[in-house]
């Protein structure tokens, strides 16, 4: 498995009992969609490593998941795991509806402002906690504006085109040659 056919679950963040179980912390709106894991893949040395797993816990309706993997039996041989990134296939999540959109999906995606029409391509989503922004190539400008609700006008999927309503001057900050 190739880290591009995947998305990013989580991290392994500490040991949980003495039996080799780990607490993972899923970076999810949703993680109760996660509580029932078969395997993730787990990021050793570069290369995504399948592990598969015995059991999980959803630990009181929060980001964090207790994990019990299979042939991991004792804290020494968790210990490894310890701060490594876990990946699943693209395959597992759920389709988005609506103007929704995972931020992998959106790249290459043209992008027409309410105001100013055509203003580039989305390069990335800059995941930023609490302020995740589009990165927009408009003529080897840098455009970023950040991914709000109430930016968004209308995801097009079919035609690969987010429509935006940037708010007034934020564009022109970009823009300007001064």
């Known amino acids: 498995m190739q ?11 500490k040991l949980f009992g003495f039996k080799g179980e780990v607490v993972i912390f899923i970076d999810s709106d949703e993680p109760e969609k996660y509580a029932n894991l078969d395997a993730v893949f787990v990021e050793t040395g ?13 630990r009181n309706k929060s ?27 693209l395959s597992l999540l759920p389709p988005l509806t609506g ?6 999906e959106i790249e290459g995606y043209s992008v027409k402002d309410h105001v100013k029409g055509p203003i580039g391509k989305v390069l990335q989503v800059l995941d930023y906690p609490g302020n995740p ?11 970023l504006i950040p991914v709000k609700d109430e930016f968004i006008e209308k995801t097009d999927r079919e ?8 708010p007034p001057g934020l564009i022109d900050i970009y823009l300007d040659e001064s």
């Open 63 to 89: 980001n964090q998941l207790t994990v019990k993997f299979q042939d991991i039996n004792s804290d020494d041989q968790a210990q490894h795991l310890l701060s490594r990134d876990l990946y699943l296939p």
């Open 159 to 166: 035609n690969q085109v987010i429509y935006l309503k940037a």
């Open 3 to 13: 880290k591009d056919d995947c998305f990013f679950l989580g991290s392994i963040t």
């Open 99 to 104: 103007d929704a959109f995972y931020f992998h």
């Open 46 to 58: 570069g290369k995504l490593i399948p592990y598969f797993v015995e059991r999980t816990d959803l």
């Open 133 to 143: 922004l589009f990165e927009i190539e408009f003529e080897g400008k840098q455009i």
